[in-house]
């Protein structure tokens, strides 16, 4: 499985996460959100999305362990994977036909977004 989860880089960026290799993922109130981090299965690859200015995928990560025993408070920790080499911006994401049905676009402020793995692979390259 593949997603896409959003931070804001001022609150906490990729370079921190790669810093500390694994943290726990918190901070997410939307139900829908919520829904997918505790559906996640172990071992999902993922995308970490820049909010706020930069608005961009900047990096990857893997899903280590969902604690669902909260319903409405998963506990998802998450390891570092590496930067993209061709960070995608929100602008080239919004162009492609590949994400025009996508909740990253349709809901925006919807902060764990579900990806296909032709979503997961166009962003991990670059190349939309």
């Not at 880089?9 to 505790?38: C, I, M």
């Not at 299965?41 to 900047?58: F, Q, W």
């Not at 998802?76 to 080239?92: C, H, T």
Request: net charge positive; no cysteine.
């Amino acid at each position: 499985m593949f997603y896409l989860l959003k931070t804001e880089p001022k609150v906490y960026s990729f370079a921190q996460l790669q810093k500390e290799r694994e943290t726990v993922w918190d901070g997410v109130t939307n139900p829908a959100a919520v829904k997918h981090l505790r559906e996640m299965p172990k071992g999902s690859r993922l995308i970490i999305y820049h909010t706020g200015d930069e608005r961009r995928a900047v990096g990857t990560a893997r899903l280590l362990t969902v604690d669902a025993a909260d319903p409405k408070v998963p506990v998802v920790r998450i390891a570092a994977g590496k930067a993209l080499a061709n960070p995608v911006e929100l602008s080239a994401i919004k162009q492609s036909k590949l994400f025009a049905e996508s909740p990253l676009l349709r809901q925006g402020r919807l902060s764990v977004v579900p990806l296909s793995e032709e979503q997961y692979e166009a962003l991990l390259s670059g190349k939309l």
